[in-house]
Structures are given as structure tokens and as C-alpha cells.
């Protein structure tokens, strides 16, 4: 598992980040790590998991937003 979020960290990095809402770069630059998300704000959308019949759902604790495909993200 480390060994992959650090891939996802240096493509993100490679990618200039995610523009959201208001970030950019130093140089007003905008980031596209956006466009590799597989589940965010995507709530009610089918999953595009291969083979995957899941919805995306949304979640919310203290405020926050936690979207996942309850298919592919099963608890153990």
C-alpha cells in the first residue's frame, strides 16, 4: 500500500495538484490531478471499476465528504 500512494503523491505532484475550488500554482497555473479521480464528488454515478456494478456513494462525518464505490471498498 506504500509503496502505491507514494506513486499516486508523485503523479498528483507531476500532475500540479488538484484545482477543486481556488488553488493554483505560484504562477496562477492550474493543477489536473483532478481528472484521474475515480470516485470524488461523483455521488449516484456508476463506478468505472471494470466489471464493477457499484454506485459511488457519499458519505459525511464532521462536515467532511467521503465518496467510495461500496462494491469495490468492502469491509473486511
Known amino acids: 500500500l506504500a509503496d502505491v ?4 503523491l508523485a503523479e498528483a505532484v507531476e500532475a500540479g495538484g488538484s484545482t477543486l475550488r481556488d488553488h493554483a500554482q505560484v504562477d496562477g497555473s492550474l493543477g489536473y490531478f483532478q481528472h484521474s479521480f475515480r470516485v470524488y464528488d461523483r455521488e449516484n454515478e456508476p463506478c468505472i471499476t471494470p466489471d464493477c456494478t457499484g ?3 457519499r458519505l459525511v462525518q464532521s ?3 467521503t ?5 469495490c471498498q468492502k469491509r473486511s
Open 5 to 8: 500512494i507514494r506513486d499516486v
Open 55 to 57: 454506485t459511488v456513494t
Open 63 to 65: 462536515g467532511r465528504s
Open 67 to 71: 465518496f467510495y464505490c461500496p462494491e
